[in-house]
């Protein structure tokens, strides 16, 4: 279950300019709807050109912040960024343990001009104290390639970096991936997970604290570490690109401007999320699944194009008589299953979801005695230079709709060559959809 209001916590510097730092972090916090505290580290005098001056508050005071909040609020998770010295380093570690309170750690080494954040020796103490206790560390690829003593180039350097990190004491790591173009990788000591992404033009200050802000909320919510991971991505990349042109420096990234689209966004991730889980975890979902895999859909509210639309990347197979997803839930994943949701929104805007299966009578028969309303078009009247998914759920819908003044429950075609014949399940969440595929699959009783 998720939880939707988590209490969080950044323990961080300060940053005078409002671009980085504490004032980024509990920007995100309230943007995606969590509770924000913080325990302020350091002080720095910065702007978008630099860090003019910087006041470490003593460790004392660091400790105090954290007890004060730990003793009266369940911190259902804390993210680490700039801690300078040995000395706070250490006095965090042991708040993190006396609370048992679950962690993300941004490394922050230097500031977006360049202003080095933490002390020589205080890099050991962070590799030796604090980063064995985070769930995930945070670099980006300058920061992973002091933590791991190589230079990171490309992406094998940055698989080799990620190994030695995780060697080292790291539970796991995820290398955000500005200088990767635009993916992060993320490493959990087994399988390597590329996070997709693309590098967009906007301002940068603060996109490090951003992320590991956004990724600690979605943790702190409930999410695996590879879907957090895909929110935290999209989170920041809009942050970026709604950036706002303020001071002579790097400009700031924006994290509120489209606070309700992202927030549609993860809902939609999430959504899918659940409903893989309730597909995986059905016995009888297999038999159901086509020769070329299926997919689940969750578009948000006003979906306009495919980008809109979350599908698994990659598809939902058959494997060893269970039902394996092949990728994360993703925004834009699958155009093919999204253009089925669009064109089942142009009738009814409630109908924001989607489920591919396995055409067989048998299964249409089942459909009908549930209730379902089945609707069908045929290939062979498809005009040429027009999506197959779309222009078919339309005008199955259109034809239904004329006869019955409804909208269907599912719509199938017979296929053609080289096409497999297919059902489509429809709607209002994909949590929906995946309960009504797995009630047919049960009703089928196939083996």
Aim: charged share 20%; hydrophobic share 45%; net charge negative.
């Amino acid at each position: 279950m998720i939880e939707k209001y988590p209490v969080v916590m950044t323990i961080a510097g300060s940053d005078s300019g409002g671009g980085a730092g504490i004032q980024a972090d509990l920007k995100t916090f309230a943007t995606l709807g969590a509770h924000g505290t913080c325990a302020i580290t350091s002080i720095t005098s910065q702007n978008t050109t630099g860090v003019q001056d910087v006041h470490d508050l003593p460790p004392g005071t660091v400790e105090s912040q954290i007890r004060a909040v730990a003793s009266d609020m369940k911190i259902a998770y804390a993210k680490t960024g700039m801690l300078s010295s040995s000395a706070i380093i250490t006095r965090v570690a042991e708040m993190v343990r006396e609370y048992h309170i679950p962690l993300v750690v941004d490394p922050v080494m230097a500031a977006e001009a360049g202003d080095s954040l933490i002390r020589r020796e205080a890099v050991t103490t962070l590799q030796e104290e604090l980063i064995p206790l985070a769930r995930v560390l945070t670099p980006n690829v300058d920061e992973a390639g002091i933590l791991s003593g190589i230079k990171v180039n490309d992406l094998d350097d940055a698989k080799e970096a990620a190994r030695r990190i995780v060697d080292s004491g790291a539970n796991a790591v995820i290398i955000t991936g500005g200088h990767l173009e635009g993916a992060d990788l993320l490493y959990e000591g087994v399988d390597f997970t590329l996070v997709d992404g693309e590098l967009v033009k906007g301002g940068t200050h603060g996109a490090g604290c951003t992320y590991s802000a956004a990724l600690t909320v979605f943790l702190a919510g409930g999410a695996s570490l590879r879907d957090a991971a895909a929110g935290a991505k999209l989170f920041v990349t809009r942050a970026i690109l709604e950036s706002r042109s303020v001071g002579q420096g790097v400009g700031p990234v924006n994290q509120v401007q489209h606070t309700v689209k992202t927030a549609w966004m993860y809902e939609a991730v999430v959504d899918v999320q659940e409903a893989v889980a309730i597909l995986e975890s059905s016995r009888d979902f297999p038999h159901l699944i086509p020769e070329v895999g299926c997919n689940v859909a969750s578009a948000i509210p006003d979906a306009s194009g495919t980008e809109d639309v979350c599908a698994v990347q990659g598809r939902i197979v058959r494997s060893g008589g269970r039902v394996q997803a092949v990728g994360c839930p993703a925004m834009g994943a699958s155009r093919h299953v999204a253009r089925i949701v669009l064109a089942a929104m142009h009738h009814d805007a409630g109908l924001r979801a989607a489920l591919n299966i396995r055409y067989s009578e048998d299964v249409l028969e089942v459909a009908r005695d549930m209730g379902l309303a089945v609707a069908s078009f045929d290939r062979a009247h498809e005009p040429e230079g027009v999506s197959t998914m779309e222009w078919g759920t339309r005008t199955a819908i259109d034809n239904y709709r004329k006869l019955h003044n409804r909208v269907p429950d599912v719509v199938y075609d017979l296929g053609a060559v080289g096409k497999e014949p297919m059902i489509r399940l429809l709607a209002h969440r994909a949590v929906d959809v995946a309960g009504l595929g797995v009630e047919i699959a049960g009703g089928n009783g196939e083996d």
